[in-house]
């Protein structure tokens, strides 16, 4: 077999499937030692630098990124990948169910922010986050 990058034939991708494919990857290598939670977060800090680098100078994107090239697609679907890896990782190292905790985040903030047909408690924010 090759070095080369083979796509996954059309597999559903889960949380689970993730972290195991880490998991078998990081004892591959005897990488194990060095995923520790405070290394891994100190590399998903700097996965996410990266990522912020891509946007830093587009300013505001439209939804889809219409006028991006491929390549920048790529690459930006490259560092995303890049920071979920070492997120699913983290928590995998601290025994963390990271699905769980995400539906149960959502449930808490359905609570925190309940629907009430109307965002107008929004309206007077920009879209930088400043208020008008």
Not at 40 to 60: R, T, Y
Not at 84 to 110: E, F, P, W
Not at 115 to 131: I, L, M, P
Request: net charge negative; with cysteine.
């Amino acid at each position: 077999m090759g070095g080369g990058i083979k796509e996954e034939e059309s597999v559903s991708v889960t949380l689970d499937l993730l972290k195991k494919k880490m998991d078998d990857f990081s004892k591959e290598r005897d990488w194990e030692k060095f995923h520790s939670p405070r290394n891994l977060l100190l590399a998903l800090v700097g996965e996410i630098g990266e990522l912020s680098e891509i946007f830093q100078w587009k300013g505001e994107v439209p939804k889809g990124l219409p006028d991006w090239k491929e390549e920048e697609k790529q690459h930006l679907g490259e560092e995303l990948s890049d920071v979920l890896l070492y997120l699913i990782r983290l928590s995998d190292m601290c025994g963390v169910d990271l699905g769980q905790a995400a539906l149960r985040k959502l449930q808490l903030n359905a609570l925190k922010y309940p629907v009430d047909g109307s965002s107008n408690e929004y309206k007077n924010v920009n879209t930088n986050g400043a208020e008008d």
